[in-house]
């Protein structure tokens, strides 16, 4: 059997929470289910600290601990 471990591309997309407050949402789901999940409201990062574009990424980077799927749509 094969274990993956999620690590950061450098250089690729990553994707925030609009509002700090939000992070701790991602950290606190565990592996329960939600009853009344509702999506936080997110933003991409597309540029590097320099200005120069990022990477796209079909799993833009949030950290380790939460993979993000982006849509097809």
Request: aromatic residues 12%.
């Amino acid at each position: 059997m094969k274990i993956y471990s999620p690590r950061v591309v450098e250089g690729q997309e990553w994707v925030l929470p609009q509002q700090a407050e939000d992070y701790q949402l991602f950290a606190s789901l565990g592996d329960l289910g939600q009853k009344r999940w509702r999506p936080p409201r997110m933003k991409f990062l597309r540029e590097q600290e320099d200005g120069t574009p990022r990477l796209y990424s079909d799993f833009p980077w949030l950290g380790e601990h939460v993979l993000i799927l982006r849509s097809t749509r």
